[in-house]
C-alpha cells in the first residue's frame, strides 16, 4: 500500500520575504494547494501544512514557519505525527547555482551550498530525498547573493518566476504519478519550465 506524500517547500515566513527568489518552494506549494482548493492550517509552531491529493495520491504539503537556517524542525515534527518513508519526500528550494526559469530534479544528494537543504539533511539524517530546485541565476556582479535572493522581485521578474512555479506544479504531478526517473526525463532534459501549461496542469 502506497503511504503519503510528502511535498516540502522551503521558504522564510511572513510577508517581507513572499515575492522573494528564496521563497519559491513557499510558491510551488501554495500553488499546489491552491490548484487543488487545499486549506493551510498550523498544527505546528514550525510549519504550515495542508492535506491535498495530487495525481490521486494523498500529500501532505508543508511550509516550516522556522525561517530557512532551522527548516529541518518542521519535518522533524511531521514526523513525529507519524514517520514517513524518506522515499516518499520531495523538498523544493531555490537554486543561484541554475538559469533562471531552469527546473533540476534529483533523487538525491547534497545540501549544494543551500541553507534550508542542510537543515534538513541533518534533521534526517540522510541525503535520500527527492529534491526540486528553481533556478533563479546568480546575483548580479557585485550583488551580495544573499541579498539577492531575499530581495523582493519585480512585477516583470515574478511573472517570468509564475511560469517556472506552474512547471515545478507539473514536475511535482508527474512524480507522484509516474515516479522520480519519468519526472526527471521530462523535466530536466527538455526543459518543461518554459512549456505552456494552465493552472489545471498542475496537479489534481
Avoid at 501554495?30 to 504550515?48: E, Y
Avoid at 529541518?72 to 528550494?93: N, Q, Y
Wanted: neutral net charge.
Amino acid at each position: 500500500m502506497q503511504g503519503c506524500l510528502v511535498v516540502c517547500g522551503l521558504g522564510n515566513p511572513g510577508p517581507r520575504y513572499q515575492r522573494t527568489r528564496h521563497n519559491l518552494g513557499f510558491a510551488l506549494v501554495d500553488r499546489i494547494a491552491q490548484t487543488v482548493g487545499a486549506r493551510w492550517t498550523r498544527p505546528d509552531p514550525s510549519l504550515m501544512a495542508c492535506h491535498a491529493h495530487v495525481s490521486g495520491r494523498p500529500t501532505l504539503l508543508v511550509k516550516p514557519q522556522t525561517y530557512m537556517n532551522l527548516s529541518g524542525r518542521a519535518l522533524r515534527a511531521v514526523a513525529s505525527g507519524g514517520p514517513f518513508a524518506i522515499g516518499d519526500l520531495l523538498v523544493a528550494c531555490d537554486d543561484i547555482a541554475l538559469p533562471a526559469g531552469q527546473l533540476r530534479l534529483r533523487a538525491r544528494g547534497s545540501d549544494g551550498g543551500h541553507n534550508g537543504l542542510k537543515s534538513v539533511i541533518d534533521t534526517l539524517g540522510s541525503q535520500d530525498f527527492a529534491r526540486l530546485r528553481l533556478g533563479v541565476g546568480a546575483s548580479p556582479e557585485g550583488e551580495d547573493p544573499s541579498d539577492y535572493v531575499l530581495e523582493p522581485m519585480t512585477e516583470e521578474q515574478w511573472r517570468e518566476t509564475a511560469a517556472m512555479v506552474r512547471a515545478a506544479a507539473r514536475c511535482v504531478k508527474v512524480w507522484a504519478e509516474d515516479g522520480i526517473d519519468a519526472a526527471m526525463n521530462r523535466f530536466n532534459v527538455r526543459g518543461e519550465a518554459s512549456a505552456p501549461g494552465g493552472a489545471g496542469e498542475d496537479s489534481g
